[in-house]
């Protein structure tokens, strides 16, 4: 099948591209990489009159530290991640998942901005957003707001963003020298969505965790805080009785859905095989 036909505008600005919007009474779609937007035009599973390419906004792009953080304009593409300075020093939790996302063609022109747009449950950008405690910076034609990631994830593909919004950067707390983080996932292929995935961030207080966040995905409708399994662990060793019972609390934590491929009772299975994975890593790095 092919596209429908549609027009097509390149803004230069945020206030041109909700002008934009507005113009189509909302039957727009903003693109960025156009990685899952295309084959959704082509197979008509949407079809608005109005594209509107952010490609072309420039306070959209760029990488930057200030203050401690690191901003990732959303035109941030997925090969960034895999080999930008900036994101390896600052949020290597990214960086490690990067090399799970996709292929390398779609990693060349998929952004981060439209990943985590997007939303999709199975993916691994989002989840590591929830990770890192990161925020995302959302325009509306009344102006910027700050969304942290424990907010912005509400529903299966809804977000904070509500019609019309534009995901601007994402906001990641820089990693510090107390940090460890780990990320891995389970799929039938390399590249392929994975069954279930996870990324941790844990800060370390010599051998003791002072504080953790662990995300899960391909596990809900979004991606999901393993609350549970991080009580487990605050204020502990990583030893093997404190991943033993951080994966028991796990089970607290995840609900996963019924689905053709995947019983929820082997998602929950593969959930605790994945964490302890992750946590053995971390107690193994220096
Ligand atoms: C074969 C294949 C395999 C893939 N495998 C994986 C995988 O393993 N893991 C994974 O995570 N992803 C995977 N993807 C998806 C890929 O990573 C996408 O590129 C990504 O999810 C979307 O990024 P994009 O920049 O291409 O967004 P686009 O396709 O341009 O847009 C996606 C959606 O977000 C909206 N949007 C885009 N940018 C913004 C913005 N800044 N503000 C508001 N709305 C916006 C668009 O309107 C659209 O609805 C795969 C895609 C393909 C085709």
Redesign the pocket.
Known sequence: MKARAFAYARPQTLAEAHAAFAEADGDA???????????ALAMRLQAPRQIID?AGIAQ?RGIGVEDGVLRLG?LTR?VDALRHPLIATHAPLLAQAAP????PA?RN???L???V??A?P????PAMMLAMGASMEISSPEGLRLVPADDYFQDLYQTA?EPG???VALHIPCAQPGHRCAFDELARRR???AMVGAGIMALMDGDMVADMRIACFSVAATPVRARNAEGALIGQRLEAESIAAAQRALDEDLDPPDDAQISPSMRRHLARVLLGRLLQRLEATP
């Open positions: 779609s903003y693109i960025s990489g156009g990685q899952s937007l295309v084959p952010l959209m959303a997925h799970f996302v996709a292929h779609i022109r998929g952004t901005g439209g990943s747009s997007l999709d199975a993916s691994e950008f963003l919004d534009i995901l590249g392929d969505y």
